[in-house]
């Protein structure tokens, strides 16, 4: 596995932003990031939170699609 890219205090927006092959993951957990108006703000792990999802299974998801 590559160094970690993506960590749960990156914004939403610019983790899709800077790597759009994570959208299928976000998607894949029914969170549609890129329209919602928190992810402009909300980082990974509070976005999580609020989704009931565990940030750090959510960033070993994010960064083993950048594999």
Known sequence: MSEKKITKDMSILDI???????????ASHGLGCIGCAAA??????AGAKVHGLDADKLVEELNAVLD
């Not at 899709?16 to 976000?26: A, G």
């Not at 402009?40 to 792990?45: A, D, G, Q, S, V």
């Open 40 to 45: 402009r703000f909300e980082n990974l792990e």
């Open 16 to 26: 899709v932003k800077q790597y759009p092959e994570t959208f299928e993951v976000f």
